[in-house]
T-cell receptor, first 113, second 112 residues
Framework: SAVISQKPSRDICQRGTSLTIQCQVD?????MFWYRQQPGQSLTLIAT?????????ESGFVIDKFPISRPNLTFSTLTVSNMSPEDSSIYLC??????????FGSGTQLSVL | LAKTTQPISMDSYEGQEVNITCSHN???????ITWYQQFPSQGPRFIIQ???TKVTNEVASLFIPADRKSSTLSLPRVSLSDTAVYYC?????????????FGSGTRLQVQP
């Protein structure tokens, strides 16, 4: 299994600002995934982050809005840039570990005013 | 990727068995079926995964018919703590690429 720590757990931000979310895993993993979950909705994949290469973004998500860093095999950050109220969501970090299972952090609940 | 369809919500009472069925008509040969559970304010948690027939673990059973176009998650004797959203996923198990697509999920409410 994998234990994932996400910081911050929640934040309230002003529109136009940026927030960086950190994801730390207790073991080395090849890929890390970032999801968004809007209130009452299912999870939507934002991007896949490989160590040493640029993240791969899903349709509807762009690097300028959601830049991702992956400096090593246990850490990643997701930045939500130039925020608007529509960015209010839960952002979740995920990794594959322990035989093709996905493990998730507890998420970062973001509210944009 | 194969799309899944499952009931939006279900209600049950403590001690009952709950069966949640998921349709995945376009499942591919190499796809597995995986179920996750999500409590409020937490990320999803792996429950069970199967390819065909029946799989059982300490939490649930997963029934998959021969045509694999549907699957049923069975939770024996649910308790209040089983109140959660349950997601059925069709999982293209490939090494190095595990970006899963989550469907709408089934919101299970267990009453006392």
């Amino acid at each position: 299994s994998a234990v994932i720590s996400q910081k911050p757990s929640r934040d309230i931000c002003q529109r136009g600002t940026s927030l960086t979310i950190q994801c730390q895993v207790d073991s080395q993993v090849t890929m890390m995934f970032w999801y968004r979950q809007q209130p009452g909705q299912s999870l939507t994949l934002i991007a896949t982050a490989n160590q040493g290469s640029e993240a791969t973004y899903e349709s509807g998500f762009v690097i300028d809005k959601f830049p991702i860093s992956r400096p090593n095999l246990t850490f990643s950050t997701l930045t939500v840039s130039n925020m608007s109220p529509e960015d209010s969501s839960i952002y979740l970090c995920s990794v594959e570990s322990g035989g093709e299972k996905l493990f998730f952090g507890s998420g970062t609940q973001l509210s944009v005013l | 990727l194969a799309k899944t369809t499952q009931p939006i919500s279900m209600d049950s009472y403590e001690g009952q068995e709950v069966n949640i069925t998921c349709s995945h008509n376009n499942i591919a040969t190499n796809d597995y079926i995986t179920w996750y559970q999500q409590f409020p304010s937490q990320g999803p948690r792996f429950i069970i995964q199967g390819y065909k027939t029946k799989v059982t673990n300490e939490v649930a059973s997963l029934f998959i018919p021969a045509d694999r176009k549907s699957s049923t998650l069975s939770l024996p004797r649910v308790s209040l703590s089983d109140t959660a959203v349950y997601y059925c996923l069709v999982d293209p198990v490939q090494r190095g690429r595990r970006a899963l697509t989550f469907g709408s999920g089934t919101r299970l409410q267990v009453q006392p």
